[in-house]
């Protein structure tokens, strides 16, 4: 169920802004784009989610293109603590929907360097 | 207190035995998921439930079975183990959306 894809790697100097993309050229009008990051073999925890407006919670922003076809979690200022792999997920989120399974890929691993 | 726990958080077993893990939690979602993590994988779905009466396979139910003794605990069993099901196993729950709430893991090795 490979919606979406993501670079395997990425690093980022502390301090500054991580810009992690996703693309999803496939989306449909009803599905939600979803990010969740994991630290090194914790479990995973949820950071984000958009449907079409750019969304900014106290983790992260998210801003999604006009087409939907792809996005970016921007972390602004990134620690060492960021260091994870971060997973972009499509999916729909229908209320009682059979669909609110989650396919994790293999992700983006980012690495947060003093 | 963590929302959802996992029990045991290391197992060491032999093939064939059975093991039981065991996840709680006290978000009150009524869905719970069981997943397993393999080196340099993605997470897998075993099994889900979306209320106690409701217990459906995932991608890699086979050598799996589930229980959900209440709204709150959910648990995973190895009839048999066997040493390919080594994997970092977690439970996770949600509401109605897909934010999932994942436990800390329970780290299997089957010798």
């Known amino acids: 169920d490979a919606k979406t894809t993501q670079p395997p790697s990425m690093d980022c100097a502390e301090g500054r802004a991580a810009n992690l993309p996703c693309n999803h050229s496939?989306?449909?009008?009803?599905?939600?784009v979803y990010w969740y990051r994991q630290i090194h073999s914790q479990g995973p925890q949820y950071i984000i989610h958009?449907?079409?407006n750019n969304e900014t919670n106290e983790m992260a922003s998210l801003i999604i293109t006009e087409d939907r076809k792809s996005s970016t979690l921007i972390l602004p200022h990134a620690t060492l603590r960021d260091t994870a792999v971060y997973y972009c997920?499509?999916?729909?989120?229908?209320?009682?929907?059979?669909?609110?399974?989650?396919?994790f890929g293999r992700g983006t691993q980012l690495t947060v360097w003093p | 207190d963590a929302d959802v726990t996992q029990t045991p958080r290391n197992r060491i077993t032999k093939t064939g035995k059975r093991i039981m893990l065991e996840c709680s939690q006290t978000k009150g979602h009524d869905r719970m998921y069981w997943y397993r993590q393999d080196p340099g994988l993605g997470l897998r779905l075993i099994y889900y439930s979306f209320d106690v009466k409701d217990i459906n396979k995932g991608e890699i139910s086979d050598g799996y079975s589930v229980s959900r003794q209440a709204q709150a605990k959910f648990s995973l069993s190895l009839e048999s183990a066997i040493p390919n099901q080594t994997a970092l196993y977690f439970c996770?729950?949600?509401?109605?959306?897909?934010?999932?709430?994942f436990g800390p893991g329970t780290r299997l090795t089957v010798t």
């Open positions: 496939t989306i449909s009008g009803n599905e939600y």
């Open positions: 996770a729950t949600s509401d109605y959306g897909l934010e999932q709430y």
């Open positions: 997920i499509v999916r729909a989120a229908d209320r009682g929907s059979t669909l609110g399974r989650l396919y």
């Open positions: 958009g449907l079409k």
